[in-house]
């Protein structure tokens, strides 16, 4: 008679399911405000919009959700290379709270999930922490989550992340970028390095075609190359949400546009009206060394580059040229580097170059 098969020897341990699920509770619990009802273990996260009226019915009069969802890419092969898990949680909450944060949103809360071929402890406890820690600076609650165990689906070690955030916007405050015109000023924020796009090629340049291990030092960049490629994504909703609370009256900032895969030159006009353009000042902003070591390992050209990353320009605020040194001023107080890298002129929704 044929031996009784159980789950566990199909690859699947819900034991260590139950044991995870315990040991990241006080992770999600460190994120939670006052809106969040305790549902710990329930099939769904609950979030009472409208459960304290101080918060939200006097600051809310025709509320609008707003929700993204991301993943972190082929990043995660750094992660795996290095066994290092415990940033691209980050990442992961990075991508989507700046996308809606571009609408104007504060996000309110956060699910992601997690696939993986078998369970590792410590590799899924580090992901949570991580995921906790991009929900802590992104002043967004970790409402829940699924973990998946998927054996012959991924390699041994390895495993996929995707996000989902959903924020808040009075419907008055929504930002479009319709109201952008001629002579309004666009305004570069900072970077923190590659953030979480064009790791296909990142990873092709250095170590398909200069054959380098993630432990290898680079001079330029004065760490390890993956170290240097770990760097998680910055989360600008502080900083934002500040800013746009300074400007309560006037609609100082009248576009945001996230800058992700395809860099400033498809991102900028998603929040262009038809006929206008930004023309991009090279030159005009501090540049992190990593794109220079990436141009050159790889042989690329600049046109690449401004296609495929973010050139050290996470985020991009448009704004009228007597607010200028205004946000920019407010953004440096606040820990962030901003320059006025262009402006908006008559076009036809493109991005160029001086």
Known sequence: MAKN???KEAGVNLDLA???????EHH?????????????????????LFGDGRLFAKRFKKPVLVAGADGVGTKLKIAFMMDKHDTVGIDLVAMSVNDILVQG????????????????????????????????????ALLGGETAQMPDMYQKGEYDLAGFAVGIVEARRLISGRSIEP???VVGLAS????????????????ERQKMKVGDMVAELGMPVGEALLKPTRIYVRPIKALL??????RVVKGIAHITGGGLVENIPRVLPPDCDAVIKKKSWTVPPIFDVIRKFGSIKEEEMLRVFNMGIGMVL???????????????????????????KAGSQRVKFQ
């Open 18 to 24: 139950a044991d995870f699920k315990r040991g990241i």
């Open 28 to 48: 999600l619990r460190r994120t939670f405000g006052p809106l969040v009802l305790d549902n710990m273990g329930g099939f769904g996260g609950l979030f009472a």
């Open 318 to 344: 448009v704004v009228p040229p007597f607010f200028v040194d205004s946000v920019i001023s407010q953004l440096d107080h606040l820990g962030l580097p901003a320059w006025a890298i262009g402006e908006i």
């Open 192 to 207: 923190n390095g590659i953030h979480s796009n064009g790791f296909s090629l990142v990873r092709k340049v250095f170590f």
């Open 183 to 185: 002579g309004d000023v």
């Open 5 to 7: 098969l159980t789950y």
């Open 105 to 140: 949103a504060e996000p309110l809360f956060f699910l992601d999930y997690i696939a993986t071929g078998e369970l590792d402890a410590r590799r899924q406890l580090d992901l949570v922490k991580g995921i906790a820690d991009g929900c802590e600076d992104a002043e967004c």
């Open 245 to 250: 609370r300074h400007y309560r009256v006037k």
